[in-house]
């Protein structure tokens, strides 16, 4: 199928795409990776009258520690994350995602800062990036601001940032001593959406869990936290009981909707099972596993 | 209504043309540059039938913009019997009947081309997460594993072989 017809911009700096965007907001869109707006566009489910390629501003792709955080460009492809040994080494939880998002041949083009400003509550990196705590910078006509994730994701498809902004960059705090993170995804096929997902990044102080943070995927109409859940284990020793209550607590919480990947019950229950096995792994990388 | 020029290297030949901004790439390389090996096998970005390298890399054609390639270098599978000689993967498709229908068989191979060059010798288990992006109606795989394998091994004796 073939996209409605539309007038197409390459700016070669971000000052030429912000400008560009303020000139046409609200008739512009951003064109990143394209893997989720192109699909659409074929099914005229989005009819944009102008895009804004900024796929030439390679200033946008990075992945490396600054100071307290890990900086991620908009711009970076889901496939450099897999391979960066940074995020192997220190970000487990980032890694565990970036290997399940869709497929090799849709992560040499789908990025990282697209898969967030869309705010599909489908897409992985939503749920990593809420468990993370992570920040999103964004820039305008009237500069650089940054949003918390838990401010980012304001509906579905709906994000913080306003139409003539940017989101430029993401930043994940560095993890503490004696932390973990996991990712643990039920698809039916490789590729797919997740039926379930659980992103969990948690600390631990001696037996006892200090923090943690979990983020769910797919199952509510925008990317969600499992409050309830991250309540049942801080302050808490990990044993089998209190993991199966926070597994329990998100199951109760989310608010799947039925369709081809399963029914209601069947989703919450595996989010029981997501948030299980994520906690567990993240408590063993959180005492030095792997 | 936008048309723009877009100037590229497809298969190492230079080509310029003039598209709409919203022609897809594989429409571009199946109608305008008569490439037809590079096939179309659905409308969600799902199948892998589209693959082709850019700059190197396999990506689904069926989801990029022929102006997004304005400046780059595309490989499609009409570039790899060079001299008409098989290369070994077209050789291990053959040899190892990696193919029965050969609807997704360019896009197997132009993926499997793209990560070969960054893993020459893959495990099996890499061999399938490699083309997982790429369906196949046929074989049920194994068989595309197989020729896979089959050109890694002969890549490698003839990389080994040229130094
Ligand atoms: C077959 C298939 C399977 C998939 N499976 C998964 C999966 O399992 N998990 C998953 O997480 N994703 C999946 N995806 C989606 C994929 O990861 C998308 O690429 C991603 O959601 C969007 O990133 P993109 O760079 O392609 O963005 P685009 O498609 O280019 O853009 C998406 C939206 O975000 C906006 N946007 C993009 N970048 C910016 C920016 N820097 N600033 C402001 N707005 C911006 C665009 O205007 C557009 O509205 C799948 C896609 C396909 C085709
Ligand atoms: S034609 Fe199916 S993925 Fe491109
Ligand atoms: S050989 Fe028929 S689809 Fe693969």
Not at chain 1, 76 to 91: F, G, I, K, P, Q
Not at chain 1, 144 to 169: H, K, Q, S, V
Not at chain 1, 238 to 251: L, Q, R, T
Not at chain 2, 131 to 152: D, F
Request: proline share 4%.
């Amino acid at each position: 199928m073939i996209p409605a017809a539309f007038d197409y911009h390459s700016p070669r700096s971000l000052d030429e795409a912000l400008s560009l965007l303020k000139q046409h907001a609200g008739d512009a869109k951003i064109l990143a990776g394209g893997q989720s707006l192109i699909p659409a566009m074929r099914f005229r489910l989005a009819m944009p009258a102008i895009l804004i390629d900024i796929n030439r501003l390679n200033d946008l792709r990075y992945v490396e520690e600054r100071g307290d955080h890990l900086a991620i460009g908009a711009m970076t492809r889901e496939h450099a994350l897999e391979d960066s040994s940074v995020v192997r080494r220190s970000y487990p939880l980032l890694h565990d995602t970036a290997v399940v998002i869709a497929d090799p041949l849709v992560r040499n083009q789908a990025t990282v800062g697209g898969n967030i400003a869309h705010a599909d509550p489908a897409n992985d990196h939503p749920a990593t990036m809420l468990a993370y705590n992570a920040t999103a910078v964004a820039k305008g006509p009237k500069g650089e601001r940054t949003i918390p994730i838990d401010d980012f994701f304001t509906g579905l498809f709906e994000n913080a940032m306003a139409d003539d902004e940017i989101l430029i960059e993401i930043r994940i705090p560095k993890p503490a001593a004696n932390s973990g993170g996991a990712y643990t995804k039920l698809e039916r096929k490789v590729g797919d959406y997740a039926i379930s997902a659980a992103a969990v990044q948690l600390r631990l102080d001696g037996d006892k869990v200090a923090e943690a943070r979990i983020g769910l995927t797919n199952v509510s109409a925008v990317p969600m936290r499992a409050k309830a859940a991250e309540a049942e284990l801080v302050g808490k020793s990990i044993s089998d009981a209190v993991v199966e209550a926070a597994g329990k607590a998100a199951a109760a919480e989310c608010d799947p909707s039925p369709d081809l990947r399963g029914g209601v019950d069947y989703k919450r229950d595996i989010t029981r099972v997501m948030v299980k096995r994520s906690i567990q792994r993240a408590v063993a990388r959180a005492k030095g596993g792997k | 209504m936008s048309e723009h020029e877009v100037t590229l290297t497809i298969n190492g030949e230079k080509v310029t043309r003039s598209v709409e901004a919203r022609t897809l790439l594989v429409h571009f390389i199946r109608e305008d540059l008569s490439l037809t090996g590079t096939h179309i096998g659905c409308d969600t970005t799902s199948c892998g039938a589209c693959t082709v390298l850019i700059c190197g890399k396999p990506i689904k054609s069926c989801t990029m913009f022929a102006v997004q390639a304005d400046g780059a270098e595309i490989e499609t599978i009409e570039s790899l019997a060079a001299g008409g000689e098989l290369h070994p993967l077209q050789e291990g498709f053959w040899e190892k009947h990696g193919l029965q229908c050969g609807y997704c068989t360019p896009g197997m191979i132009m993926s499997a081309k793209g990560f070969l060059a960054e893993n020459p010798n893959p495990t099996e288990d890499e061999i399938r997460h490699g083309i997982s992006g790429n369906l196949c109606r046929c074989t049920g795989y194994n068989k595309i594993v197989e020729a896979i394998q089959y050109a890694a091994e002969k890549l490698q004796a003839a990389d080994a072989g040229g130094e």
